[in-house]
């Protein structure tokens, strides 16, 4: 299955409709008053994502969530792709802001790791969205801005910075993604993932052998008595988290 991605649609179409400029406001267009706004279209496409998945946003639901027909919905948005787009701005313009712990760079950038992390949660959807090409509205636009200001002042060369950001939101986004692996785990499976491995503890203890993998044996079951199984979302966040502002740290060092 293809991978959903931004700005696969038409440029131009997408970046009038991200910035507003709709066909009743151009100069010499005139017609009826439109009944939805492309707010309306947006919620609408993001309450069934966040639902039942991105693949389940098609312009003919979308517009039956709006109680109108597919024909119409294409007057206000000119596909799903430019559809796909509107969603990430408006959730981008949207997430949460929030204030540092203290005014240090550390603590400004586990506020934009935080934060986007929220926004995954919120929106699950959007973590598995290719965005190497970005919707560029003013939804991504204020997101970049607040982000890159969290490492303002650190004495980075801009493009160093610009890849420092890329680097911690990649971070996030890799969590997000394994998080919602584990959470559809659960649901597949009805069982929480300490309740798997000890429903299947007898199965592994036919074909494992410890003093084969002495390592694995001792590493595995510290690591499953510590997170009540293989993998712990929270604990992968933190540490690995941790781990990248250690590195800036160590980047920002060296200037």
Same mark, same amino acid.
């Given at each position: 299955?293809?991978?959903?991605?931004?700005?696969?649609?038409? %440029?131009? /179409?997408?970046?009038?409709?991200?910035?507003?400029?709709?066909?009743?406001?151009?100069?010499?267009? /005139?017609? %009826?008053?439109?009944?939805?706004?492309?707010?309306?279209?947006?919620?609408?496409?993001?309450?069934?994502?966040?639902?039942?998945?991105?693949?389940?946003?098609?312009?003919?639901?979308? &517009?039956?969530? !709006?109680?109108?027909? %597919?024909?119409?919905?294409?007057?206000?948005?000119?596909?799903?792709?430019?559809? !796909?787009?509107?969603? !990430?701005?408006?959730?981008?313009?949207?997430?949460?802001?929030?204030?540092?712990?203290?005014?240090?760079? /550390?603590? /400004?950038?586990?506020?934009?790791?935080?934060?986007?992390?929220?926004?995954?949660?919120?929106?699950?959807?959007?973590?598995?969205?290719?965005?190497?090409?970005?919707?560029?509205?003013?939804?991504?636009?204020?997101?970049?801005?607040?982000?890159?200001?969290?490492?303002?002042?650190?004495?980075?060369?801009?493009?160093?910075?610009?890849?420092? !950001?890329?680097?911690?939101?990649?971070?996030?986004?890799?969590?997000?993604?394994?998080?919602?692996?584990?959470?559809? &785990?659960?649901?597949?499976?009805?069982?929480?993932?300490?309740?798997?491995?000890?429903?299947?503890?007898?199965?592994?203890?036919?074909?494992?052998?410890?003093?084969?993998?002495?390592?694995?044996?001792?590493?595995?079951?510290?690591?499953?008595?510590?997170?009540?199984?293989?993998?712990?979302?929270?604990?992968?966040?933190?540490?690995?988290?941790?781990?990248?502002?250690?590195?800036?740290?160590?980047?920002?060092?060296?200037?």
């Amino acid at each position: 299955m293809a991978t959903d991605r931004s700005s696969a649609g038409d %440029p131009a /179409r997408t970046l009038a409709l991200l910035w507003g400029l709709t066909a009743e406001e151009k100069p010499g267009r /005139r017609g %009826p008053k439109q009944a939805r706004s492309t707010g309306e279209i947006a919620a609408a496409a993001i309450a069934l994502a966040d639902a039942e998945g991105v693949d389940a946003v098609t312009m003919r639901r979308v &517009a039956q969530e !709006l109680g109108l027909s %597919p024909m119409a919905l294409y007057t206000y948005v000119p596909g799903k792709a430019e559809l !796909l787009d509107l969603m !990430l701005d408006t959730v981008y313009a949207t997430m949460p802001r929030s204030a540092p712990a203290e005014e240090t760079w /550390r603590a /400004r950038v586990t506020a934009v790791a935080d934060d986007n992390r929220a926004l995954f949660r919120a929106h699950p959807w959007v973590a598995a969205v290719s965005t190497s090409r970005p919707p560029l509205g003013p939804g991504l636009m204020a997101k970049y801005e607040y982000e890159l200001r969290a490492l303002e002042g650190t004495g980075l060369p801009d493009v160093e910075l610009d890849a420092a !950001l890329t680097h911690l939101l990649g971070f996030v986004q890799t969590c997000a993604r394994m998080a919602a692996d584990e959470r559809a &785990a659960e649901q597949d499976s009805a069982l929480t993932d300490a309740q798997w491995w000890q429903a299947n503890a007898d199965l592994l203890a036919r074909v494992f052998d410890p003093e084969r993998y002495p390592v694995a044996a001792r590493v595995g079951a510290a690591a499953g008595q510590a997170h009540g199984g293989a993998y712990s979302p929270d604990h992968a966040y933190a540490f690995g988290l941790a781990r990248v502002l250690d590195g800036l740290e160590a980047l920002i060092g060296e200037g």
